[in-house]
C-alpha cells in the first residue's frame, strides 16, 4: 500500500530537505504551504518565513522536488488564535510565545485535517526533533543534533498526534540539511534562518502592538506608568515606561533611564500598570507557578527549560491545586517570565515529559545570581 505522507512546506530549506528525504524514503509526498500573515503590510516585510515570498519559494522547491504543492488560507484562524492573543498577553503584562501556540492550535492541526481529506497516514515537518514509544505512548526526544534541537516548541502535541507524525530531519543537523539542499541545486539552500516570531522579524513587539492598536483604534495606547527601582530592600519612584508591553523580564535595553549601573525588567504589575527595575542579579529566581497543559510521566525530579536558548536546569515541582505546579529550580535562573513556557525533560535530557505556562513568580527579589 502506498505510504503517503503531507509535509509542511514553510518555504525554508528544512521543510524542503524534509520533503526529500520523505520521497527518497518512498512516500508519496504533498506539500502544503499555510498563508497565515498578510493582514499587516506582508510586502513590507520580506522576510517573513510564512508570507508572500515563503509560499513563493515553498512552490519553487515542490516543482524542483516534482511534488504536488497546496496553498492553504489560514489568515482569519492565525489571526484570532495567535496574533490577537499575542497581543492581549502582552497588555496583560505577560510575555507570550506564538510558535508554541500555533504548533498547538494551527500547524498540526491543520496538517492532520488535510492529510485526512486526501487520505495521507501521516504528517510532516522540517522540525529538529525525534519521537520515541514508551510504555505503548509515544514521547518526543531530542534531535540527534542538540543545537538544532526544536523539541521546545512542539511541547504540546498529543500522543496522538506524535503517532501520525514523522520528523525527517530528527537524525541530521542543520549542517548535513543544507549540505542536501546545495547537492539538490534547491534555491533555499543558503536561505537565512527563520524569526523566532516569524511575523515581527525586527522584533520590536512593542511597536508591532502599538501599530495594530492604532489601526484597529484601542483606547489602551500608550499607557504610561511608573517605574519603580528595587535596591537594598527599598522600592521608590524611579521614572515613567510607555506602556508594559514594550517590556518582558530582564530586558536592559529601552529602559533610558540614567543610572550608576546597568538596570534589568524585575517585574511587570499589570494591576497597577508598573514595571520595577533593579540589578541584574536580582533577576535571577528559584520559585514559580505552573499551568500544566500536558504531563505524561510524574518524577521526583526533572531538567526544565523556561526559553528556547535556556540551558536545562534541575527542578522539583508539586502539585499547588488541581492543574497548577509550585516547581523550584535548585539553583536561581535567569528570568523566569510569565506567559513563557517551561518544558519539563528527563534528568538525562533527552525525553519530553511535561510543560506548560509560567504564571506567577514567587521569589521575592533574590540576591543570589552570579
Known sequence: MEKKVVVAMSGGVDSAVAAHLLKEAGYSVIGVTFQIWDKYSIKENEKICCGYYGIRDAQICAEKLKIPHYLIDLREK???LIIEDFI???LSGFTPNPCVECNRYIKFLALLDFAKKVSASYVATGHYARIRKITNSNFLKRA??????QTYFLYPLTDEILEKTIFPLGEKSKKEVREIALKLSLPVAEKKKSQE????PDKKYGDFILKILK???????NKEGPIYLVE????????????????TIGQRRGLRIPYKERLYVLKIDKENNAIYVGRKDLVYKKRFLLKKEIWKLEEEKYLCQIRNVHKPSEIKVKKFKED???????????????????VFYDLNNEIVLGGGTILEVLDDYSKTGN
Open 78 to 80: 492565525f489571526n484570532k
Open 215 to 221: 489601526e484597529e483604534k484601542k483606547n489602551n495606547l
Open 197 to 200: 516570531i516569524c511575523f515581527i
Open 88 to 90: 492581549n498577553k502582552y
Open 232 to 247: 537594598n530592600d527599598k522600592i521608590t519612584l524611579f521614572g515613567t515606561h510607555k506602556g508594559i508591553y514594550y517590556y
Open 324 to 342: 497548577i505546579l509550585i516547581c523550584e529550580f535548585l539553583n536561581p535562573q535567569w528570568a523566569i517570565t510569565p506567559g513563557q513556557k517551561a
Open 144 to 149: 540527534k543534533s542538540k543545537k538544532d534541537d
